[in-house]
Nanobody
Framework: VQLVESGGGLVQPGGSLRLSCAASGFTFSSYPMNWYRQAPGKERELVAAIGSAGDNTNYVDSVKGRFTISRENAKNTVYLQMNNLNTEDTAVYYC??????????WGQGTQVTVSS
């Protein structure tokens, strides 16, 4: 099982990034997917969630209207489009696959830094 995030980097406030998470080794289309983030000195928080069919999405209040989670089951990939980024969005972003307590997989994370 593998989840590999990509797309992070350094961006100025107001800028955009699109994160990708490529999955392998499990039936991706059966798993709801999440994006989490962890800023220095803070706990990991759930940022966005999407159902297995892509028909149900949820966001933490701080990113609503700015971030969009989506998935392409044919490509075993989940995305996080991040617009109008601000310094508070600086964190390591992780994708997670979870079908039940026994089936939870994490990626290694990708750094997003928002700075002028």
């Amino acid at each position: 099982v593998q989840l590999v995030e990509s797309g992070g980097g350094l961006v100025q406030p107001g800028g955009s990034l699109r994160l990708s998470c490529a999955a392998s080794g499990f039936t991706f289309s059966s798993y709801p997917m999440n994006w989490y983030r962890q800023a220095p000195g803070k706990e990991r928080e759930l940022v966005a969630a999407i159902g297995s069919a892509g028909d149900n999405t949820n966001y933490v209040d701080s990113v609503k209207g700015r971030f969009t989670i989506s998935r392409e089951n044919a490509k075993n990939t989940v995305y996080l489009q991040m617009n109008n980024l601000n310094t508070e969005d600086t964190a390591v972003y992780y994708c997670r696959a979870r079908r039940s307590r026994a089936y939870v997989y994490w990626g290694q994370g990708t750094q997003v830094t928002v700075s002028s």
